[in-house]
């Protein structure tokens, strides 16, 4: 798991529980809006932070053991046509990229040979297409494709 924390403080001498909450109740940080208490929903957002407030019923410190945040991003599809020349490879780039490559799906729509469409390079950006006919060999034609993901 890959974990960064920011703010750190720290002190020569151990702190009160007075002097921890005083220290550690921040309403925001710069550059972002103050803490809001968190309700279900959708929310749109570039960069996000939370906060996990937690009280005791005793004497005792609470402490976490696990903290399982699950964040769901909407799904995003881009679809469309590329028509290969004889060199028989085309770049495709996304109307939109995606956050991490997506699932693309290909189809050979029309060509003077029976083909069979490649899948290269994948990225969030984009992809490469490669076209190849019997015996390995370069071909053209219109290949459909398909991509899903988030």
């Known amino acids: 798991?890959?974990?960064?924390?920011?703010?750190?403080?720290?002190?020569?001498?151990?702190?009160?529980?007075n002097e921890f909450i005083e220290a550690t109740n921040y309403k925001?940080?710069?550059?972002?809006?103050?803490?809001?208490?968190?309700?279900?929903?959708?929310y749109e957002y570039e960069k996000a932070?939370?906060?996990?407030?937690?009280?005791?019923?005793?004497?005792?410190?609470?402490?976490?053991?696990?903290?399982?945040?699950?964040?769901?991003?909407?799904?995003?599809?881009?679809?469309g046509s590329a028509t290969i020349s004889a060199s028989g490879t085309?770049?495709?780039?996304?109307?939109?990229?995606?956050?991490?490559?997506?699932e693309v799906n290909l189809t050979l729509k029309s060509g003077t040979v029976w083909a069979i469409p490649r899948l290269l390079n994948e990225s969030e950006l984009g992809f490469t297409i490669q076209l190849r006919a019997d015996g390995d060999v370069a071909s053209a034609g219109v290949v459909g494709w398909s991509a899903h993901g988030y």
């Open 1 to 17: 798991m890959d974990v960064v924390f920011s703010d750190i403080l720290i002190s020569s001498k151990p702190c009160t529980d």
């Open 28 to 42: 925001s940080r710069p550059g972002y809006s103050d803490f809001k208490r968190f309700i279900s929903g959708d």
């Open 49 to 79: 932070l939370y906060k996990t407030v937690m009280k005791s019923q005793t004497e005792f410190r609470p402490y976490v053991s696990e903290l399982n945040l699950e964040v769901d991003v909407p799904d995003i599809f881009d679809r």
């Open 90 to 102: 085309i770049d495709v780039l996304f109307s939109r990229p995606f956050n991490v490559a997506p």
